[in-house]
């Protein structure tokens, strides 16, 4: 009964729930005389352009060859082929037919379902760390505890690549003693010590989060502290090659102080005479345990300064002279602040995770079933699922070890350090069904069924947490119930409007959009001294807050590319021109410049789309037509000589002309020619995203023709030309979300279903939420295949030749 209803209900059956594809079609007679006409000349078996020969395409039966249907389907929808310069019909012929190949290929997908089970689960850092704050209410820094997660198609979550080596378990392993005696605390805590680094490339004239008012620069962390005790704050700062302090010319004395939790408990004057052998100490100061934020930055004063010079990453400090010359000032940089103890350790203070951990104080005679009712409570919330009775008696093993020396918390301490690592918590394990391969069907399609409601929880907080799911989704899925359409739309309404779905901009969006290329980012700072990493952190956290208002707002995807609206803090709306913002915090502002609606208005990604030096149209075009489009260009022949730069010889010239010069070459021009019109459009935007009139002297030649022969005048005509193209970027949109949500790569025997989630959201104005549920109720999302299986008295016949079939063979 319960399949019934996920498959009439619930589940994306592609026939029910969404509704069939458009009922539009292109006689196979048509189609093939359109390939003829149109595609053979190129893609014929001597030709091989674009590594496609559509005689292989069979129009009657696409399913044979769904990678290449799929390929065509995606070209031909955005009209990019035939391409610029060849004889083409007219768009909507060619809409018609992409249609027809879509249609044909989802009729054969709904009778013949290939879900491709997701290989087993491991949690990334992000959802590792996630988890654990979910778990034990601590944050943890899982960068510095494991090592970097592997990318598989543009995302860190995805299970063909999340394996588990001997040195990761390790790892894990030495993270979950790190992560239990943090949450815990550590009476026995020997004096060590933490260094927080800051690098040089980061202002130290604008205030910093977290820091007491009336200060600036420096560094504010959040640092989780093991015991009640005496600690001590050292201080180190950068200093010039030659020796010197840097920022020792300033004439005014520089002060700074620390404090914890915003309470001052030092304050050094800055001696301009200090070396790098020098260093400035705080005496023992009293700390309770647990997360205390601590801040050492410089004191603002009336006059102080309103620019910083800081230096380009790999050189030496910008020169001072021609700092004063530019108009700018330097100052003293924070590098490292290090935190040392616990000396005179008083015990340990109630903290947040200890509250959590603790349900529970018993009296020495009832320790063992306290004991016993927290390790059962965290094991279940860990494995996120009931933990066994098999389970938490091996828990209670450990539990009476750790109590033979540690006592009570000790015990518990050592029954969580190995829930922390128990393949349960780092694995999202799945129950399994086999199917028994009948000997006169041993090709039919496996059978599916649904999974269980535990695991449906533990699906969808992932994808829009990426996080365990929390009390409210265990609860009902322990009561069956979440499975329940009404029920399960209801919980994802709840959970994009929860401050957790930021994992979605953050991870999702900062993933899909390259925004973590922005870290290894840095403009040239002679050219572009307004860019810092204060800077290029406030322009990620621009498109990352854009887009999370579209999640929170539940708006439409397209407002991706022509919002009008963004938000920005003081120092980016220097950048763009736009008056009264001050200070730090970031706020919505309406656009009224068209030029800055959309993504492609957003400092972040012009930026990351740029060189050091330049703007760089190539790239940028290649961006557009990847993240937004899906088709990616090829990449460069070998052997091509690299776009001219000045001081090569020669005239100064602009980066369109040295490009044009460049795209005379035949082997360039063919991928130049859809990439280059798109990145010329974008040429008012300098390296860092400021707006431009001018590159080399000669003023910015915008204009340009799209591959479809729409013609580009700069930004906003850019982006109308998107939006005339807007089912390409939706459904682009549409296949990252889902490989995210799903955390596995797809395959062309997807693409139906990607393309019927489409249709759903579609009649849903193409709300976020619409993408979410259309997801969440697909089969592939809700469903597993069952694995095959052969009789007994099959299995004697494997090896032999025909046998069985290569599904079958290869799965045994």
Same mark, same amino acid.
């Given at each position: ?177 790190? !992560?239990?005696?943090? #949450?815990?605390?550590? *009476?026995?805590? =020997? &004096?060590?010590?933490? @260094?927080? $680094?800051? %690098? ?84 023992? !100061?009293?700390?309770? #345990?647990?997360?205390? *934020?601590?801040? =050492? &930055?410089?004191?603002? @004063?009336? $006059?102080? %300064? ?507």
């Amino acid at each position: 009964m319960r399949t019934w209803i996920v498959f009439l209900f619930g589940g994306l059956s592609m026939a029910t729930a969404y509704g069939q594809a458009p009922k539009t079609h292109m006689p196979i007679d048509q189609q093939r005389a359109l390939v003829d006409r149109y595609c053979s000349d190129c893609h014929n078996p001597d030709e091989k352009s674009g590594s496609m020969t559509l005689t292989d395409l069979d129009l009657q039966h696409l399913e044979k060859n769904i990678d290449l249907a799929e390929k065509v389907i995606r070209r031909v929808g955005v009209n990019m082929m035939p391409p610029p310069g060849k004889q083409r019909p007219d768009a909507a012929t060619m809409k018609l037919f992409a249609a027809s190949l879509a249609s044909n290929v989802d009729t054969y997908a709904a009778a013949h379902p290939d879900l491709g089970n997701p290989a087993l689960h491991r949690l990334n850092r992000a959802e590792y760390a996630n988890s654990v704050r979910e778990l034990l209410n601590v944050d943890v820094d899982a960068d510095k505890l494991l090592p970097s997660d592997a990318m598989s198609h543009g995302f860190d979550n995805m299970a063909d690549v999340l394996t588990l080596s001997p040195a990761l378990m390790e790892a894990y392993i030495r993270a979950a003693g790190k !992560i239990g005696r943090q #949450a815990i605390g550590d *009476r026995n805590a =020997a &004096a060590l010590s933490t @260094t927080y $680094d800051l %690098p040089r490339v980061v202002s130290q004239v604008r205030h910093v989060d977290g820091a007491p008012l009336g200060t600036r620069g420096g560094i504010s962390v959040v640092h989780n502290f093991p015991a009640d005790g005496l600690y001590s704050f050292k201080l180190t700062f950068y200093y010039s090659l030659d020796g010197p302090l840097f920022g020792a010319l300033q004439d005014k004395t520089q002060q700074i102080e620390v404090s914890v939790n915003g309470v001052r408990v030092a304050l050094f004057p800055i001696d301009p005479k200090i070396t790098k052998f020098d260093e400035l100490r705080t005496p023992p !100061i009293a700390v309770k #345990a647990g997360p205390q *934020r601590i801040s =050492a &930055a410089f004191i603002q @004063t009336a $006059d102080g %300064p309103v620019e910083d010079a800081v230096e380009p990453v790999g050189f030496s400090l910008l020169d001072l002279n021609q700092a004063t010359l530019a108009g700018l000032t330097t100052l003293p940089h924070v590098h490292e602040m290090t935190i040392t103890g616990p000396t005179q350790v008083a015990g340990i203070s109630e903290t947040p995770s200890r509250k959590q951990i603790f349900s529970c104080y018993p009296p020495a005679t009832e320790e063992t079933p306290c004991a016993r009712a927290i390790v059962t409570h965290l094991a279940s919330q860990a494995y996120r699922r009931p933990a066994t009775t098999d389970e938490v008696a091996r828990l209670m093993k450990l539990y009476e070890l750790g109590r033979q020396d540690g006592g009570f918390e000790g015990g518990v301490g050592v029954a969580l350090q190995a829930i922390l690592a128990s393949p349960s918590f780092i694995y999202r394990f799945e129950h399994s069904r086999t199917q028994v391969v009948k000997q006169d069907a041993r090709d039919a399609a496996p059978s599916l069924y649904p999974i269980s409601d535990l695991e449906l929880a533990s699906r969808l907080s992932y994808f829009l947490w990426s996080a365990s799911p929390d009390a409210t989704l265990l609860n009902l899925a322990k009561a069956n119930r979440l499975h329940l359409p009404v029920v399960l739309r209801a919980q994802v309404h709840r959970m994009l409007v929860d401050p957790r779905s930021k994992s979605l901009s953050v991870n999702f969006a900062g993933q899909w959009l390259h925004l973590q290329n922005l870290k290894g980012v840095q403009p040239d700072g002679y050219l572009y001294p307004m860019y810092d990493r204060t800077l290029g952190d406030s322009m990620r956290k621009e498109t990352e807050m854009f887009f999370g208002s579209m999640v929170h707002d539940d708006a439409s995807v397209l407002t991706l590319l022509d919002g009008r609206y963004t938000y920005v803090n003081e120092q980016l709306a220097t950048l763009y021109g736009i008056p009264d913002v001050l200070g730090n915090r970031f706020r919505r502002v309406e656009l009224t410049d068209e030029n800055r609606f959309g993504l492609l208005g957003q400092a972040s990604i012009l930026t990351l789309t740029s060189a050091s030096n330049r703007t760089s149209p190539v790239i940028r075009g290649k961006y557009v037509m990847e993240i937004f489009f899906g088709t990616p260009p090829p990449p460069p022949p070998p052997n091509i000589p690299a776009l001219k730069e000045h001081g090569d010889g020669g005239s100064v010239q602009t980066v369109r002309a040295r490009l044009e010069e460049h795209r005379k070459n035949p082997t360039c021009a063919a991928c130049h020619k859809f990439m280059d019109p798109i990145g010329f459009a974008l040429e008012n935007y300098d390296p860092i995203g400021a707006w431009r009139g001018f590159d080399s002297g000669a003023p910015i030649d915008s204009a340009g023709v799209l591959y479809d022969g729409t013609k580009l005048t700069g930004p906003a005509t850019l982006r109308h030309a998107l939006m005339a193209h807007s089912d390409a970027f939706l459904g682009t949109f549409t296949e990252n979300l889902f490989a995210y949500g799903t955390g596995r790569v797809l395959r062309p025997a997807d693409m139906p279903v990607v393309r019927s989630i489409e249709r759903y959201a579609a009649m849903h104005n193409n709300t976020l939420s619409a993408f979410v549920i259309g997801i969440v109720n697909s089969e592939p999302f809700r469903m597993r295949s069952a694995e095959p299986v052969l009789p007994k008295h099959l299995l004697a016949t494997i090896g032999t030749e025909d046998s069985i079939s290569p599904k079958v063979a290869a799965h045994h």
